[in-house]
């Protein structure tokens, strides 16, 4: 299709180029006139007729090749469109698939850390791992699971935000001045 769309293409453009040169031009006009022996006022009128039926017709193919072509791309587009949405759907599926088997392993992961009458129980939202030190627990004390929402860093490191107060930043200075509005010299 893209061959012919093409072919069609190069014979309007050659066309139009001797229909202007034919038409601007009176001596080439006169001389292919008189190759081919149409002289007189019947002999143009006959050669205008052709000129006008040849572009007909090749306006008629050009026309009808661009419509197939767009007919064609529009067809692509929408199997395109149609394997995209195919693709998206089964993307959607195996998302939700996959969340539903995180939701399973949290819910089995999730268990009670402390089991006491009376006492209140504190689920976990991670496996518990244990260490190889044991400490006792006392009977009726609730065990408190790791707090994601307010984390805990160790606090011996200086770098962090929340390090001690023995171990002040030492990349801001403390204020200076007895000047209680921290302006300096207005």
Do not use: C, W
């Amino acid at each position: 299709m893209l061959a012919l769309k093409r072919l069609v293409t190069i014979l309007v453009m050659v066309y139009l180029l001797l229909a202007l040169l034919l038409i601007f031009s009176p001596a080439t006009r006169d001389t292919l006139a008189s190759a081919f022996n149409l002289s007189g006022d019947a002999g143009l009128a006959t050669f205008y007729n052709t000129l006008f039926i040849i572009g007909a017709v090749l306006l008629a193919l050009h026309l009808i090749t661009e419509n197939m072509d767009s007919a064609l791309l529009r067809r692509e587009t929408a199997v395109l469109n149609g394997k995209i949405n195919e693709l998206k759907a089964k993307l959607y599926d195996q998302q939700i698939e996959q969340r539903e088997r995180e939701f399973q392993q949290r819910s089995v992961a999730t268990a009670p850390v402390a089991t006491t009458p009376g006492a209140t129980t504190i689920y976990q939202s991670e496996p518990v791992t244990t260490t190889t030190t044991t400490t006792h627990v006392p009977a009726g004390t609730v065990v408190p699971g790791h707090d994601v929402e307010h984390p805990t860093f160790p606090q011996q490191d200086p770098s962090l935000l929340n390090a001690p107060v023995q171990q002040p930043n030492t990349i801001i200075t403390p204020n200076p001045g007895p000047n209680s509005d921290n302006r300096a010299g207005l």
